[in-house]
């Protein structure tokens, strides 16, 4: 996929202190109003993603990475954090811009990588930062195999958990969220629980956007499809359910109605009465015109 209009990543870059939900410390009142703001950004720019965070005065070589990547140069960013990283491996905060520059790029499989450091970092300084889940979460979608939708699908309802708990703090973070967990459950095939998905996104855009803007018409159609499908393979299931049980039936009464009853026939005819059919074995399989 693209980056989202204007090169803003899908992952979204992080950068302290200013970086989205974090575990470890309790929000300030100072704190949760800067991170208000950012999420009013957030609907203002019409987008599904965060905008990048200014990176602290004192950090002129991050905020030139940040300000390359709003910019869609992923592949000069990623060359920078690539330096960066050398001088400093442990560096969560690099590790996971990198991650961003490289899901951008379509390296996923090193994206995972980079998330997954920058993800133990953050939990060995208990300073867990929930846009790493997201972007995690993100490219394990991306690689589309079993498994890591399984692993994306968990983090996606992690992360949701974590921004509903925070209300209207977390409406940004939780749209978002419905939007990656649909697109994960869409990628599973399993239309019913995408449905579901779609509808909360709906819901949340068309507030956010407007019932007109291009970006809930997309939503309400990927819903429209969902359903769709959530029919056809509701049907579907119903089809081969029958046919199961209608290929043993066919052959029971088949055996029961045999001249030389089989064993297997005598328990069709038993378990038959049982529900209360009433088999007769010497009445005509015909009727006399």
């Not at 200013?18 to 987008?47: C, F, L, R, Y």
């Not at 998330?115 to 939990?123: D, G, P, S």
């Not at 309802?157 to 990656?180: C, N, V, W």
């Not at 996104?201 to 939503?219: D, K, L, Q």
Request: aromatic share 8%; with cysteine.
């Amino acid at each position: 996929k693209p980056p989202v209009p204007g090169g803003v990543p899908r992952c979204g870059p992080w950068l302290p202190p200013a970086g989205g939900m974090t575990a470890a410390e309790p929000e300030t009142e100072d704190k949760a109003d800067e991170k208000a703001n950012v999420e009013a950004e957030v609907v203002e720019s019409n987008t599904t993603e965060p905008k990048v965070v200014e990176a602290p005065e004192e950090d002129d070589n991050v905020s030139a990475v940040l300000k390359l990547m709003s910019g869609g140069h992923f592949e000069a960013a990623r060359k920078e954090l690539m330096k960066m990283l050398k001088e400093n491996p442990n560096d969560a905060v690099v590790l996971h811009n990198l991650g961003v520059a490289l899901t951008e790029e379509g390296r996923y499989q090193e994206a995972e990588e980079k998330f997954l450091q920058a993800w133990e970092l953050q939990k060995k300084a208990n300073k867990v930062n929930y846009a790493t889940m997201f972007g995690l979460a993100t490219v394990l979608t991306e690689q589309g195999e079993s498994g890591k939708l399984l692993q994306a699908e968990a983090l996606f309802h992690d992360f949701l958990e974590k921004a509903i708990s925070q209300e209207e703090k977390g409406i940004a973070e939780t749209y978002r969220g419905f939007i990656g967990l649909a697109d994960n459950l869409e990628r599973q095939k399993r239309w019913m629980e995408a449905t579901h998905a779609w509808q909360q996104a709906v819901e949340m855009a068309t507030p956010m956007f407007g019932a007109s803007h291009e970006r809930t018409i997309e939503h309400q159609l990927r819903l429209k499809r969902a359903e769709r499908l959530s029919r056809w393979q509701r049907n579907m299931r119903m089809g081969i359910w029958a046919l199961t049980l209608a290929v043993p039936l066919g052959f029971g009464w088949t055996w029961y109605r045999s001249a030389e009853q089989t064993a297997f026939g005598q328990a069709f005819g038993v378990i038959a009465s049982s529900f209360g059919f009433g088999l007769n074995r010497s009445q005509p399989v015909t009727a006399e015109l």
